[in-house]
């Protein structure tokens, strides 16, 4: 069974899914810690209330990303971690993590990806005025969202939708993805993974 960490800043909807997929059984794994750059997120309660172990830090606290990264690591190896799910952790993962764990970081990003990398996705579709987006999940590499695509659910684009309803959109399909597409890469050892 896969000991994962998951790393999030914000209110930790998809952190969520993934611990509730792993207590109803759908994800076959286990989760060992969250890691979380923002003290005051939300996503630190559903830990909590999850009885799930938590390292939060604060990059300003330290010299720079490869310090935090890490203790980060330090945390990870006590705790026999295999892979790191990403679960809108807004920050670039640095090469110190990146050589510590290669091939076994795991990002979601919601736009299909190569369109609309880095912030605010859904604001750049609308903005875009493209018919589809969706939701994508990938390895992720030194780039800002270029990693190798592991798994992409397309979301059409209504007319008259709203940032409100289309986050709405992709997070029930977010909610259901990572969740599924984790299983399978975990069942399957990692296809896709040489
Ligand atoms: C998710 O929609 C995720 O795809 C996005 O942040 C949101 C976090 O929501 N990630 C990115 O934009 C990464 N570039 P959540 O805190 O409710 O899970």
């Known amino acids: 069974m896969k000991q994962i960490a998951i790393?999030?800043?914000?209110?930790?909807?998809?952190?969520?899914a993934l611990v509730d997929s792993v207590q109803n059984g759908s994800l076959q794994a286990s989760v060992k810690l969250l890691v979380c750059d923002q003290p005051n997120a939300f996503v630190m309660e559903r830990a909590k209330a999850a009885g799930i172990p938590i390292f939060a830090f604060r990059a300003k606290d330290y010299k720079g990303k490869e310090e935090f990264e890490k203790?980060?690591?330090?945390?990870?190896?006590?705790?026999?971690?295999?892979?790191i799910v990403l679960a809108g952790y807004?920050?670039?993962i640095g090469p110190t993590l990146l050589r510590q764990f290669p091939k076994r970081i795991i990002n979601i990003h919601p736009s299909l990806l190569p369109a609309f990398p880095g912030k605010d996705a859904i604001g750049q579709a609308l903005e875009g005025g493209v018919?589809?987006?969706?939701?994508?999940?990938?390895f992720v590499d030194e780039g800002m969202d270029t990693g190798p695509i592991i798994e992409q659910e397309v979301v059409r684009i209504s007319s008259g939708e709203t940032r409100g309803s289309l986050q709405d959109k992709i997070q029930h399909i977010e909610h259901e993805l990572y969740p599924r597409?984790?299983?399978?890469?975990?069942?399957?050892?990692?296809?896709?993974?040489?």
Do not use: P
């Not at 790393?7 to 969520?16: I, L, M, P, T, V």
């Not at 597409?181 to 040489?194: D, I, P, R, V």
């Open 131 to 138: 018919k589809y987006t969706g939701v994508t999940i990938h």
């Open 90 to 92: 807004m920050r670039l």
């Open 181 to 194: 597409t984790l299983n399978h890469l975990f069942l399957t050892n990692g296809y896709l993974m040489q």
């Open 71 to 83: 203790e980060i690591i330090v945390e990870l190896q006590r705790r026999e971690v295999d892979f």
């Open 7 to 16: 790393f999030a800043s914000g209110s930790g909807s998809n952190f969520q």
